[in-house]
C-alpha cells in the first residue's frame, strides 16, 4: 500500500504530529510525506530525514501558506492518483483538510484512529472516548486521521527520502487568510510537552490562575493547560484546553490543578503516564483516575510545591 | 439571505454512554436523546443572524429516524422558520449525509450553512468539511465568531495554536465550535408557537443518494479503565513522588 502523509508545520519547522502520523502510515505501507506551504523547501528537508520516509513531495506556493483547504485539497486529491491511502495528523489543520479531500475523492474517512488492526481496520474513539469502536472501510482508498497521543513518534533523524518539487494547483479563489492570534510562549507546546499544569474553574480568575499555575509550570518546564470550565470562564485562551474538544494530551506527568474531573476533560488527558491531582474534594472525579493525589486548598498547597521544587 | 442549519439527533450530554454487552454498539434504548450541542449552538447563530436583519429566513434540516422530527421541532422553537426532515431509520455516514445535504442545499440554494463541528455520538468532525467540498464552496470550520460582510463571511476559527480569522466568498459553509455562542432556551409560547411551523418529510432517495455504509463496524468496547492511586498526606511527600518521577 502507498500512503501519503500530510506535513504539519509552522514557522518552518516540522511538527511532532507528523511523526506519529507517519508511524501511523508505515502500519500501512510505503509513506511518502507531502509538505505543502510557502515555505515548504526547508520543511521537506527536514522531513527527509524522518526514518522511514521513502519520498518528500514538495508544494512550494503562496496558496498553502496558511492551508486553506479550498486551495489544498485540489491538489492532495490530485496526488492521491498515486497512493492508496492519505493520512492527516488530527490537528485542527488535519481536521480541516481531510474531510474535505475525503469527499472529493468519494471515501468514508476515519477520524481519530488509535490503532491500526489490518490494511483497513482501524480503532477509534466514539462518545467522547466512552467507547471505541473497530471499523473496516470497504473503500478503495482509505482518508485517515491520526490521534497523535496514540502513537509513538518516527525518529525525526536517520532517514535519507528524496525530495520532489510536485506543481501546485493554485489558488481557488474562494478563501483567503485575514490573519491570526497564535499564542507566542517559550513554554513547552501541549501536545508534545512531557510535563503540564493544568488549572480549573477553581482558579476564580486570570489573575489568579495565572499567579498560581504559571509559577509551578515555570519550576516544571511544563505546558500550561486548562479545564474547559476554565478557558469558557476568560481565565485563559482557548488554545490552552485540554478535554475532548479542546486538545488530547498524554504527557510523561500530567498535574490537574483545581480541576474535578468532568467526563470532556478527562477524555483529553487520561492517557497521560502520571496523573497528579490536587483538588480540596476529595470526592471530586478526577481522584478516581488520579494516580497520585493530594486533598488540599490549593492556594496553600501550589505556592508550597513551587517553594520546594 | 437565507441559513440551512443542519442538526442531528444525539445521546444527550449528560447521559454516560452505555455500551451494549453484545459490543455491537452503545446502547440508545430508553435513554434522553437531545440536539447535538454543536448544533444547538449552530441554530442559535443562524436565529440571531435572523434577529440582527441579516438573514431573512432559518431553514433547518435533520437526516433520522421518526424522532429526529423533534429534533427539528425544538429548533424551530428556537426561532428557525421551518424543517425539512430527511427520514432514515438506519444510520447514515457523514459522507452520505454531506451528499443528502448537497440535494437539499440545491433545492434551498442557502447563502449560508451552519452546523456543528461535530456530533458528539460518532465524533467525526466531517459532514461540513465534506458538504464544501461537494457544493464546491468554502468552509469556516471550529468558528468562535461569524461576521457577515458583503458578499463574503469572515469566520475566526479555533485552531490549536490560537485563534485565526478566514474571509469565505458566500455562500459558505461555518462549522461552530463551543465558544461562538450560548444558545437560548426556548421559551413555552415559542415551543408552543413551533408546533405549528412547517414541516416536510423526504427520504434520502428523493436527493439520489445512496446511504449504504461505506465503515463495518466490527465491534465497540469500553475503553480501558484506569485505576486510582494513591493519596498523599501532605506537599512534602508530593514532591517526593515528584522527584521519582524525575520531574522535580
Keep these: ?309 | 439571505m437565507k441559513i440551512l442549519v443542519p442538526v442531528k439527533r444525539v445521546l444527550d450530554y449528560n447521559v454516560k454512554p452505555r455500551v451494549k454487552a453484545d459490543g455491537s454498539g452503545v446502547d440508545l434504548a430508553n435513554v434522553k436523546m437531545s440536539i447535538n450541542p454543536f448544533d444547538e449552538i449552530a441554530v442559535e447563530e443562524a436565529v440571531r443572524l435572523k434577529e440582527k436583519g441579516i438573514a431573512s429566513e432559518v431553514v433547518v434540516v435533520s437526516i433520522g429516524g421518526a424522532k429526529s422530527s423533534e429534533t427539528l421541532r425544538s429548533a424551530l422553537a428556537m426561532g428557525a422558520d421551518r424543517a425539512i426532515h430527511v427520514l432514515s431509520e438506519s444510520e447514515v455516514e457523514p459522507l452520505a449525509v454531506a451528499k443528502i445535504l448537497k440535494g437539499v442545499a440545491g433545492e434551498e440554494a442557502p447563502d449560508l450553512v451552519i452546523l456543528g463541528k461535530q456530533a458528539i455520538d460518532d465524533d467525526s468532525n466531517q459532514v461540513g468539511q465534506m458538504l464544501a467540498a461537494l457544493i464546491g464552496r468554502p468552509q469556516g470550520t471550529f468558528a468562535s465568531k461569524v461576521e457577515v460582510e458583503g458578499d463574503a463571511v469572515l469566520v475566526t476559527r479555533e485552531v490549536d495554536g490560537g485563534l485565526e480569522t478566514v474571509k469565505l466568498a458566500l455562500p459558505a459553509v461555518v462549522t461552530t465550535d463551543l465558544r461562538l455562542n450560548e444558545p437560548r432556551y426556548a421559551s413555552l409560547p415559542n415551543i408552543m408557537k413551533a408546533k405549528s411551523k412547517p414541516l416536510s418529510t423526504k427520504a434520502p432517495a428523493d436527493y439520489g443518494v445512496d446511504t449504504a455504509a461505506r465503515l463495518t463496524v466490527l465491534k465497540v468496547v469500553e475503553p480501558a479503565v484506569r485505576q486510582a492511586g494513591v493519596k498523599v498526606p501532605d506537599v512534602e511527600a508530593l514532591v517526593e513522588k515528584l522527584k521519582e518521577l524525575g520531574v522535580a
Design chain 1, 1 to 309: 500500500m502507498k500512503v501519503l502523509v500530510w506535513a504539519e508545520h509552522e514557522q518552518g519547522a516540522l511538527k511532532d504530529a507528523t511523526l506519529s502520523a507517519v508511524t501511523a502510515a508505515a502500519g500501512l505501507g510505503a509513506v511518502d510525506v507531502l509538505v505543502a506551504g510557502d515555505s515548504a523547501g526547508s520543511v521537506g528537508a527536514q522531513a527527509a530525514q524522518i526514518a522511514g520516509v521513502e519520498k518528500v513531495l514538495v508544494a512550494g506556493d503562496a496558496a498553502y501558506a496558511h492551508g486553506l483547504p479550498e486551495n489544498v485539497a485540489p491538489l492532495v486529491v490530485a496526488l492521491m492518483a498515486g497512493y492508496d491511502a492519505f493520512v492527516a495528523p488530527a490537528t485542527t489543520t488535519g481536521k480541516n483538510i481531510a474531510p474535505r479531500v475525503a469527499a472529493l475523492l468519494d471515501v468514508a474517512q476515519i477520524s481519530e484512529i488509535l490503532s491500526v488492526e489490518g490494511p483497513k481496520t482501524f480503532t477509534r474513539p466514539i462518545y467522547a472516548g466512552n467507547a471505541i469502536a473497530t471499523v473496516e472501510s470497504s473503500d478503495a482508498k482509505l482518508v485517515i486521521t491520526v490521534r497523535g497521543t496514540a502513537f509513538a513518534k518516527a525518529a525525526r533523524e536517520g532517514g535519507s527520502a528524496a525530495v520532489e518539487t510536485v506543481a501546485g494547483t493554485g489558488e481557488a479563489g474562494l478563501s483567503s487568510f485575514v490573519g491570526a492570534e497564535i499564542a507566542q510562549s517559550e513554554r513547552p507546546e501541549l501536545t508534545s510537552a512531557k510535563v503540564i499544569v493544568s488549572g480549573g474553574r477553581a482558579l476564580k480568575d486570570s489573575e489568579t490562575f495565572a499567579a498560581t499555575i504559571l509559577p509551578l509550570a515555570d519550576k516544571l518546564k511544563a505546558a500550561v493547560g486548562a479545564s474547559r470550565a476554565a478557558v469558557d470562564a476568560g481565565y485563559v485562551s482557548n488554545d490552552h484546553q485540554v478535554g475532548q474538544t479542546g486538545k488530547i494530551v498524554a504527557p510523561e506527568v500530567y498535574i490537574a490543578v483545581g480541576i474535578s474531573g468532568a467526563i470532556q476533560h478527562l477524555a483529553g488527558m487520561k492517557d497521560s503516564k502520571t496523573i497528579i491531582a490536587i483538588n480540596k474534594d476529595e470526592d471530586a472525579p478526577i481522584f478516581q483516575i488520579a494516580d497520585i493525589g493530594l486533598v488540599a486548598d490549593l492556594y496553600s498547597a501550589v505556592p508550597d510545591l513551587v517553594a520546594r521544587v
